[in-house]
């Protein structure tokens, strides 16, 4: 197996002194659906910006495919960020504009703020666009304005953009989080697939045990700023789910 992530005691230290992360690690191998679980606070959301360096590790160190890229900076630290796309629970789309045009602005490129502007995109990209639209399922929806879309194909919107980048990781926060169980699992349905037959490595943030128990290849388990669980969904019984959720909490299954 190859690794992509190799992360080594790292820590992160807000500046207003919060630990989120107090020296976790793990590894990463290629192709895996790694989904990451946790209470709210238990560093979830600060691991993933790590990964992709939009916050800064404060300690340890962060390898992707054995070079460190905790200290990247300018042009080097664009080029790593592009191999990493990244969805949010609340899709993040311009509302107003179609969904091609959603999705032509996840093309990378140093003057794509300016291209969009004045709708210059190539013609390449626009063909890379409408086959992405297709891969998630939405042909058809083109020229829809993203606000006319359910949530759960505004998420499939924002994967589409994700692509346009030819990520060779997704990052995914919560990206069900606003979704009822229906559409989640077709959201869910739509990552697997990205990672199944793109041989995209999707390292995604959860809330969920049921979707992590069907869709999860490798679980790691935050509490706290630290890992306390790593394995695979099975081995996650009552007692573990206790130790990871608390006492109190009651296991609920998404249909
Ligand atoms: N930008 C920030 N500045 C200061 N503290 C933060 C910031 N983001 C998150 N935190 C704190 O870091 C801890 C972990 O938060 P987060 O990574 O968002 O957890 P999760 O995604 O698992 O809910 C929490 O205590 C949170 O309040
Ligand atoms: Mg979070």
Not at 51 to 71: A, M
Not at 187 to 193: I, N, T
Not at 202 to 213: A, D, G, K, Q, Y
Request: glycine share 8%.
């Amino acid at each position: 197996m190859e690794n992509l992530f190799k992360l080594d005691k790292l820590e992160k230290t807000y500046p207003n002194g919060v630990r989120a992360l107090k020296g976790v690690s793990f590894d990463v191998n290629k192709g895996e659906f790694l989904v990451i679980i946790g209470l709210s606070g238990s560093g979830k959301s600060t691991m993933l910006r790590c990964l992709n360096r939009i916050h800064e590790p404060t300690g340890g160190d962060l390898q992707f495919k054995g070079k460190s890229v905790v200290s990247l900076k300018g042009r080097e630290l664009r080029q790593y960020r592009s191999k990493i796309g990244m969805i949010f629970q609340h899709f993040n789309l311009v509302p107003r504009k179609s969904v091609l045009e959603n999705v032509l602005t996840g093309t990378l490129s140093r003057t794509s703020i300016f291209k969009s502007v004045f709708n210059m995109y190539s013609d390449a990209d626009r063909q890379k666009a409408l086959e992405l639209i297709e891969v998630v399922g939405l042909k058809g929806k083109e020229m829809h304005r993203a606000d006319n879309l359910s949530g759960g194909q505004q998420q499939r919107v924002s994967i589409a953009r994700a692509l346009m980048q030819d990520p060779e990781v997704l990052l995914a926060d919560e990206p069900v989080a606003s979704l009822d169980p229906a559409t989640s699992h077709s959201v869910m349905e739509y990552l697997r697939k990205i990672q199944q037959q793109y041989g995209i490595t999707v390292i995604c943030n959860l809330h969920f045990l049921s979707l992590v128990r069907e869709y999860g290849t490798r679980v790691v388990a935050l509490k706290g700023g630290e890992k306390m669980f790593e394995g695979s969904p099975s081995e996650i019984d009552e007692d573990w789910f206790k130790r990871i959720y608390g006492e109190q909490a009651v296991e609920v299954t998404i249909n």
